[in-house]
């Protein structure tokens, strides 16, 4: 079986897998924590809405207006989302899945007319994780390095605020390697199998639950054909099952 992997295939995709959770484990831990769960299917959405958006404009897709276009989709509805919480808390998690139920059917209708829509979306939603290339990792790489460094340090003094741009941040790059069904599995299934792990190992754990999960489902997809990042979701439900349930008599409440 190994024999047959093409590991400068599996390598990059591999690694992309490995950046993204650097900074979906602890952001996920706090999306748990705050109890607004669909934060990062909102997000993400949005930023997809960026992304369609410079579809729609026939503007490069390898251009930095693309990118420009994503993130600053994704900072709106971050600092949005900041706005409303401190105005109203009570029903911060509706207003965010109206968020996501508004960019998702605004991406269909920006793509209506377009006869490659509904490969554009299919390519956000499952994203390309195999086709990621080393050259494109470095700059995702020192991004998520700041990213981290700024969440580590200042996010505990901002009331909220550092979070949010934080997240708006890394989702935006993430999305557009793995998709936005791979950036909500990394960011709530790890944080959801260690929520009954003692602080201190809750973090580390997560990080091996989602390293194990991408590789897993990697390979599994590369030997038997099959769609990449849907793999990876359910093999990272499968190990996040089998952690939950091996430390299910040790919880203890968070």
């Not at 960019?103 to 994203?127: W, Y």
């Not at 890394?170 to 929520?195: E, H, K, N, R």
């Amino acid at each position: 079986m190994f024999e047959a992997l093409d590991w400068s295939i599996i390598g990059p995709g591999f690694v992309a897998g490995l950046i993204v959770l650097s900074t979906h484990v602890p952001l996920g831990q706090e999306v748990l924590r705050r109890g607004i769960i669909f934060i990062d299917l909102a997000i993400a959405q949005v930023a997809g809405l960026g992304v369609i958006a410079a579809y729609a404009m026939e503007w490069d897709p390898e251009g930095i207006q693309v990118q420009l276009a994503a993130v600053s989709a994704a900072l709106i509805a971050a600092l949005g989302l900041h706005w409303t919480e401190r105005r109203w808390p009570r029903i911060q998690e509706p207003l965010i899945g109206t968020l996501f139920i508004l960019a998702a059917t605004g991406g269909i209708l920006l793509l209506a007319g377009n006869p490659h829509g509904s490969e554009h979306l299919k390519d956000l939603l499952v994203g390309q994780i195999l086709w990621t290339t080393w050259s494109a990792l470095w700059p995702v790489a020192l991004l998520y390095a700041v990213a981290l460094a700024i969440w580590f340090w200042l996010n505990p003094r901002s009331g909220g605020l550092i979070f949010y741009l934080v997240f708006a941040i890394v989702v935006t790059a993430s999305v557009q390697i793995v998709g936005v069904y791979l950036v909500f599995a990394s960011l709530i299934i790890p944080a959801l199998a260690t929520a009954g792990i003692k602080r201190g190992n809750r973090l580390m754990a997560g990080y091996l639950i989602g390293a194990i999960s991408y590789l897993l489902g990697i390979v599994v997809s590369f030997w038997l054909d099959m769609p990449t990042g849907a793999v990876i979701v359910w093999s990272m439900a499968a190990v996040a099952l089998l952690v939950g349930l091996f430390i299910s008599d040790k919880r203890e409440p968070t």
